[in-house]
């Protein structure tokens, strides 16, 4: 009878070619890793087609919705090489709504690469239930707006870039329904604080009846509403009348 042995393969052997067919007739292409695509490709989508990405995987959901990508996607967008933009809004087609748009400032010696005039403006997101005659736009924070309506004493947040907004419980204030009660001085600001990544909304105002300084804080994430600061001390250098409102500094982690 013969006996046929197998030796086994030495280290340096290369590996046996499978017979096996891919499952779709061809080689499989070769993959990138997620993190290449997400921090090298997707950094440089619009914003609004980037949004579109998180259905892909929940991986790449909770990647494309972190700080990290939010920061990524912001210094690849302040180093290109593109004129100044500005951001305004107006009255929307809608009877109630409030349309966005962006454009850039073009003079004699900026080239223009893109066809566009100097006069165009770019629609970016039109909200409805929100009255352009009576809003106020402040600076943004990694990504989100600030908006006020002092007629109604609301707060709203929004993405510029992906049309997504919310609107913040009534402040305490707004509340109470006083006729004829005095004003309140108010000042507020959207900054972000780093330990809980969480946006937060820091509001500076005046008491109507003891002009008694108060500060109080939403985070945008915690869902606890309008809180009180700590202590509820109102840093000695933060008013609501005379001084603009800074959510950056102590008060941001409160």
Known sequence: MTTT??????PASPPRATTKRPRHGHDAAPSLPDEVIVDHILTRVPAADAVRFRAVCRNWRAALTSDHFTRSHQT??????????????????????????????????????DGSSPASATELVTVSDLRATDL???????????????????????NLSTGEHVSLPPCAWANRAIPYGPYV????????????????????????????PRCEVHGLSSGEGWRPIAGEEVPRRAS???????STGASTGT
């Open 240 to 246: 609501p009348a005379g001084h603009r409102c800074s």
């Open 185 to 212: 001085l108010s000042s507020a600001g959207l900054g972000f604080h780093a330990a809980p990544n969480e946006h937060k909304v820091v509001r500076l105002f005046e008491d109507g009846w003891t002009k008694r």
């Open 76 to 113: 690849v967008r302040a180093t290109a090489a593109k004129p100044p933009e500005i951001v305004f809004f107006a009255p929307g087609a809608a009877a109630g709504s409030t349309a966005f748009y962006s454009s850039r400032l073009y003079n004699s010696t900026t080239p223009q690469n």
């Open 136 to 158: 106020v736009m402040s600076g943004g924070c990694h990504g989100l707006t600030l908006l006020f309506e002092p007629g109604e004493s609301a707060y709203h947040v929004i």
């Open 5 to 10: 042995t197998t030796m086994p393969e030495s």
